[in-house]
């Protein structure tokens, strides 16, 4: 049984360059969730996935950032021309088939991707 | 808009200690509750959750009850092990939305 899965792990990269992360979901699970996590703080919503489809973005989601999810499994994010506020822990979560916000099912988190931006 | 705040940590005991992390909550109509744990180099994992008004979570000891009079969702377990050292984040599921809003997370450090 494998959990979501993310990487990289880590990623330090100067300011100005573009960076891309990849989040594997469960197998099977149709929504998918980006979350940005700052020292100290929560996890911050970013945006959501219900298979290919886009349905909620943040505010928090300026244009330097596009996250994207081709065939309704894996899905990218990715942030151009990156600033030293970009500098967080980036997380992906999965929810299976038959969640609602009525119902509530749980969003399963991966390890997150680490970026450092110099 | 809907928000969570939980009390700030961290929070130290010694094991066998008596633990209650606050948690209150604003949001519009019936939001479902969260508790997700963060172990030492790894990722959040649900502890428990609670779905209506006077509903109780439970996981691994821990229990929390969802009352909507005062808009809070506190976690608490009877007796901390050293292995319970993590940090605890009380969240909240609102309205048609399926994102999580998050406390910003209580560090809870049991000592031997």
């Known amino acids: 049984d494998t959990g979501v899965s993310q990487d990289p792990r880590h990623k330090i990269t100067k300011r100005g360059q573009n960076v891309t992360f990849r989040c594997d979901p469960i197998?099977?699970?149709?929504?998918l969730y980006w979350y940005r996590q700052t020292l100290g703080q929560g996890p911050e919503f970013l945006t959501y996935?219900?298979?290919?489809?886009?349905?909620?973005k943040s505010r928090l989601l300026s244009d330097r950032f596009s996250a994207e999810r081709p065939k309704g499994s894996f899905s990218t994010l990715e942030i151009q021309r990156t600033e030293q506020g970009d500098s967080a822990m980036y997380l992906c979560?999965?929810?299976?088939?038959?969640?609602?916000?009525?119902?509530?099912?749980?969003?399963?988190f991966g390890p997150g991707t680490r970026l450092t931006v110099l | 808009g809907n928000s969570v705040t939980q009390m700030e940590g961290p929070v130290t005991l010694s094991e066998e200690a008596f633990l209650t992390i606050n948690c209150t909550y604003t949001?519009?109509?019936?939001?479902?509750l969260f508790w997700y744990v963060q172990y030492p180099g790894e990722g959040l994992q649900l502890l428990l959750k609670?779905?209506?008004?006077?509903d109780k979570g439970s996981n691994k000891g821990f229990e929390a009850t969802y009352r909507k009079e005062t808009t809070s969702f506190h976690l608490e377990k009877g007796s901390v092990q050293v292995s319970d050292s993590a940090v605890y984040f009380c969240?909240?599921?609102?309205?048609?939305?399926?994102?999580?809003?998050f406390g910003s997370g209580t560090r809870l450090l049991v000592r031997p």
């Open positions: 979560a999965s929810s299976p088939r038959g969640d609602s916000p009525f119902r509530s099912g749980t969003q399963y």
């Open positions: 197998s099977e699970h149709n929504r």
């Open positions: 996935f219900q298979n290919e489809a886009q349905l909620e």
């Open positions: 949001a519009t109509g019936y939001p479902s």
């Open positions: 609670a779905t209506k008004a006077d």
């Open positions: 969240a909240l599921r609102g309205g048609s939305s399926y994102k999580l809003i």
